[in-house]
């Protein structure tokens, strides 16, 4: 009977967390923070970015896997020249965040989610609660990666390839 009830979970948990390949529109119009203090969506910096493929970067100037990951993600940067490397921070405080990408030389797209990694539209629908978190985002604007933890994860290479 345990064996029934395990696969039954199992079963049940995996068909709730299918792997999305489009952003929903709360997640693409969640508000997002530029360095300059400007406002704008994720949809909108997307869609400036079509016919690019997209790696996003889920970071907090706090977080030291963040931080570990940092050089492979550079090396990646000179690998792939041609993809669009977007960090979103998930810092509450401005200044720490700021100060985070001029101490780790962070070059790319930057910007932030105000409320944290607890709250917000964009937060739920990536099911963010580690982070780093990496996603690829291929050219006509789909999801290749979803979800991917550690910056050596090789689905990373697969799908900027």
């Known amino acids: 009977m345990r064996k029934i009830i395990l696969l039954f979970c199992v079963i049940f948990l995996n068909c709730n967390y299918e792997t999305p390949t489009t952003f929903s529109s709360p997640a693409k119009n969640e508000r997002l923070v530029a360095v300059d203090g400007s406002l704008t969506t994720l949809n909108e910096v997307l869609n400036r970015y079509k016919g690019n493929t997209v790696f996003i970067d889920f970071w907090a100037s706090w977080c030291a896997d963040c931080v570990r990951g940092f050089p492979r993600i550079k090396t990646l940067q000179k690998k792939y020249s041609d993809v669009v490397f977007l960090f979103i921070s998930v810092d509450e405080n401005f200044n720490?965040?700021?100060?985070?990408?001029?101490?780790?030389?962070l070059y790319g797209e930057h910007y932030n989610l105000p409320k944290g990694m607890k709250d917000g539209d964009l937060v739920d629908f990536v099911r963010l609660s580690w982070i780093p978190r990496y996603m690829v985002v291929d050219k006509e604007g789909s999801i290749k990666l979803f979800k991917a933890t550690k910056a050596k994860d090789e689905a990373i290479e697969e799908n900027l390839n």
Do not use: A, D, E, F
Request: avoid cysteine; hydrophobic fraction near 20%.
């Open 96 to 105: 720490s965040w700021k100060s985070g990408i001029q101490r780790h030389r």
